[in-house]
């Protein structure tokens, strides 16, 4: 089975705060993908990804104020 996956979300804040998202699927399932799934942000800003002690993925990064 084949997955597309993909969301547009917006985030708004006063001022800058970190945010931990859980937004792909599991490293398992990468294969399934109908194309490679990539976070991207606008503003750019610094994107971070880790596993967590499950295996999946974790994103990390800071919505500047004003929002992303």
Known sequence: ???RAGYD???EAD???PL???LSLHPSRNRDLVKPHRIVASPD???YDY???FGNVCTRMTVP????
């Open 65 to 68: 104020a004003g929002g992303l």
């Open 51 to 53: 596993l967590d002690a």
């Open 15 to 17: 001022v800058p705060t």
């Open 9 to 11: 979300i917006r985030f």
């Open 20 to 22: 931990m998202a859980m």
């Open 45 to 47: 800003v610094p994107i």
């Open 1 to 3: 089975m084949l997955i």
